[in-house]
T-cell receptor, first 112, second 113 residues
Framework: QKEVEQDPGPLSVPEGAIVSLNCTYS??????FMWYRQYSRKGPELLMY????GNKEDGRFTAQVDKSSKYISLFIRDSQPSDSATYLC????????????FGGGTRLMVKP | GAGVSQSPSNKVTEKGKDVELRCDPI?????LYWYRQSLGQGLEFLIY????????KSGLPSDRFSAERTGGSVSTLTIQRTQQEDSAVYLC???????????FGPGTRLTVT
């Protein structure tokens, strides 16, 4: 079993929908959680970064961390076709030397 | 400011040849990482440099792979005697000391024929 699990999708939604992307993990030492967006043939782009549990909002994006359930989510409101990409979750433990463990990515398609 | 840059963007090589991939991290970032991403796969960690410390090579898949970082800045990933299974996108990332967010370059797409 992988340390970080992520449904590969694809997830297809109509423009304007609320999108929910999720990751589960098994390592209770993970404290830092990140979401990356990767367009086709591009490098991953950092979207959101949270520490420990709670919510963080940035524009149309909200990241949630539930450490008790070992579950993190990224919500995208008013989704746009330009949001169509692969979304990767990543996480790290304290004193892990900045090492990130990535999920496999979820491919999102937002249809006009 | 300038992000992470990588060169070349694409590389096609014949099986058995050696290749060198270059990464130029964000200025001031002390940590540098190499990853490999195969078609439809997640990111596979290869090697990690932090300042002047010995690199963490635990992710290198074979002894055909090596990397160096000169002057704490630019890094080169070398693959000797390339095999077809080495075909992938090689991504480089950098981060600041004590920061967990990594910033990625655009990657080098390697095709071994």
């Amino acid at each position: 079993q992988k340390e970080v699990e992520q449904d590969p999708g694809p997830l297809s939604v109509p423009e304007g929908a609320i999108v929910s992307l999720n990751c589960t993990y098994s390592n209770s030492a993970f404290q830092y959680f990140m979401w990356y967006r990767q367009y086709s043939r591009k490098g991953p782009e950092l979207l959101m970064y949270t520490y420990s549990s709670g919510n963080k909002e940035d524009g149309r994006f909200t990241a949630q961390v539930d450490k008790s359930s070992k579950y993190i989510s990224l919500f995208i409101r008013d989704s746009q076709p330009s949001d169509s990409a692969t979304y990767l979750c990543a996480m790290s433990a304290v004193n892990a030397g900045n090492m990130l463990t990535f999920g496999g990515g979820t491919r999102l398609m937002v249809k006009p | 400011g300038a992000g992470v840059s990588q060169s070349p963007s694409n590389k096609v090589t014949e099986k058995g040849k050696d290749v060198e991939l270059r990464c130029d991290p964000i200025s001031g970032h002390t940590a540098l990482y190499w990853y490999r991403q195969s078609l439809g796969q997640g990111l596979e960690f290869l090697i990690y440099f932090q300042g002047n410390s010995a690199p963490d090579k635990s992710g290198l898949p074979s002894d055909r792979f090596s990397a160096e970082r000169t002057g704490g800045s630019v890094s080169t990933l070398t693959i000797q005697r390339t095999q077809q299974e080495d075909s992938a996108v090689y991504l480089c990332a950098s981060s600041s000391l004590l920061r967990y967010e990594q910033y990625f370059g655009p990657g080098t797409r390697l095709t071994v024929t």
